[in-house]
């Protein structure tokens, strides 16, 4: 192995970390990687801190509500490891773009970041790895978001298959899993098929005391099941209960007021509004703003 060396690449993004308002502390690893090989005989590869990339993501998303600076950063990391020949580090990257492009209504960078992390999985050999699993279901979840369910389900349904013979039942992946999985099955009208997901999702989040606010969406969830399967009269009482059971998570006392419950706040709020909550919506979207503001 050689010592730690400096490319062009270095200088060229220098200025972009300026803009970007951040030290190098930020971004160095603790240790300076030392540049190797990823496959014998292959391309030298310079890795991105992906931790750290992550952790300052959370922190401009959750923290400061920050999008546009979440796209600069993520936008950053994309081009710094494909010019580092970092394959790795640009699939987690690409998974992370197309939950942002995704929650931004940019479904052609969603498509997009989608196409990249499946044309990573073979040449890492991680189709059938968790980490590969983890990338069908955001695969999925964009085709959801932009109207192609059936596309979805597929997805979904693959990453399924792994994740079930490879995590422990109790795993939060799996319920994020089932949950997205399910929202799918009711576009497709198989209510049945998505209840029963949803049921599995409960059973992992509500014996999880770090996992309240995941059983709230999953109540919300549940709420738009009826609502579609029933019909407004119908399920006025299946609402009523589920909107109740996830008001009551969001006012408990133990569960953190921190970016992340105003991230959820922010995303609940136009639910219990369409459903007439519309006191709750408004305590939920100034709990949030009082979040962001402090932050």
Sequence with gaps: MGAC????????MSEEKKELGVSAEDYKEPNCPFVSD?????????PIPVKRVIEKLDELLYDKNDVAGARRHLEYWERAAREGNDLRGLLTVENELMGFYRQNG??????????????ILPLLK???TVSGATTYLNCATVYKVFGEPE????NYE???????????????????????????????????????LYGLALDIVENDAGQ???????????ADLYYAKLGAERSDNDVFKYLDMAESVFDDESVPRDGYYAYVCTKSAPTF????????????????????ERS
């Design 5 to 12: 060396i400096y490319r062009k690449r270095d200088i060229i």
């Design 212 to 222: 309240k606010l995941e059983a709230a969406i999953t109540y919300l969830n549940l």
């Design 126 to 128: 991680m189709e059938e």
């Design 158 to 196: 693959r990453a399924k298959k792994i994740y079930e013979n490879n995590l422990d039942k109790s795993d939060r992946r799996l319920a994020g899993l089932y949950n997205n999985y399910a929202l799918a099955l009711c576009d497709l009208s198989r209510y049945d098929e998505a209840e029963r």
């Design 106 to 119: 940019t479904k052609e960078d969603a498509y997009l970041a989608a196409a990249h992390a499946l044309e």
């Design 273 to 292: 509004k369409y459903y007439g909550w519309f006191i709750t919506a408004q305590n939920l979207t100034e709990r949030a703003k009082a979040i962001y």
């Design 38 to 46: 990823f496959y014998e005989g292959g391309p030298a590869v310079e």
């Design 151 to 154: 596309k979805a389900a597929d």
